[in-house]
């Protein structure tokens, strides 16, 4: 669905903050869900890549893990909001857009594969904590590159925006690789670059990788290896200072898991065949997910 232009009083809170001469960030008129209820519409932004959180089925329409949750929370806020029918504006976001996006209102919530970490937590705000991941590498088959220390001297992609790499960069720093990285746009293009051999490797969150593997025209010709280089958690993003919206969100996903729900959600996508090719990524949760459907924490990454 394309996104049109909300029919937001923009212009009144203008008049308002000038008069006040308080700081339009530090105003906040209203929230999220006043916000919903007053235009009958809620923005949900999603990655067209980033399987299986968050992609573009068959039908060019998004799927996934990621997106069928935040379908049950838009549910929640329809229930919410007392709204007797409610627009779900769809908006297609990158790794370098989708924080403006949010603050600016086109989206109200983001459903895909961001990672909590505390410098985008002074910008935003996240849900509790649905995954973790770490940072290994994409190659094809065959490759001499099997570890990080064989990556020392080569070229290395990674997509812009992402906290991978910020974390390639410090690694190959600290440990004296050496390591010549670049950005691509979006990993459907930095897949390109090593399957097109512009790259050795491609580092990004494993969970990511396989499914770009899985998704490849030959899986065979790809592989990831490498052990993870660090554990960070991926979470539903919002915006900041709108504690009534985060404990919707929260709770909704706190009663996904209390009730089986998000077990079931999490079989389906990691641990069954997928579209579009019905390749099963056979992802078992890791112990820090287990670990965090009891604790429900939305601590970020250091």
Known sequence: MKVHAMRIPFALVAVLVAACSVPVAAQTATGTLDKVKAGGSIGVGYRDASLPFS?????GQPTGFGWEICGLIVDEVRRATGLATLAVKTQAVTSQNRIPLLQNGTIDIECGSTTNNAERAK???????????????????GSPVKSLA???????VSTTGTTNMLVMRKISREQNLDIDL???????????????DRADAFAMDDILLY???????NPAELAVVGEALQV?????????DDPVFKKLVDDTLAALIRTGEFERLYKKWFQSPIPPKGINLNAPMSKELLANLKALSDKPAE
Request: hydrophobic share 40%; no cysteine.
């Open 150 to 156: 064989d990556l020392k001297g080569r070229k290395v």
């Open 211 to 217: 499914g770009i593997r899985a998704n490849a025209a």
């Open 55 to 59: 992609y573009l089925g068959s039908n």
């Open 123 to 141: 910008q935003v705000a996240f849900a509790t904590n649905y995954f973790y991941t770490g940072t290994r590498f994409l190659v094809k088959a």
């Open 232 to 240: 960070e958690p991926y979470s539903i993003m919002l915006r900041r």
């Open 182 to 196: 670049f950005g691509a746009k979006d990993h459907a293009e930095s897949a390109l670059v090593v399957q097109s």
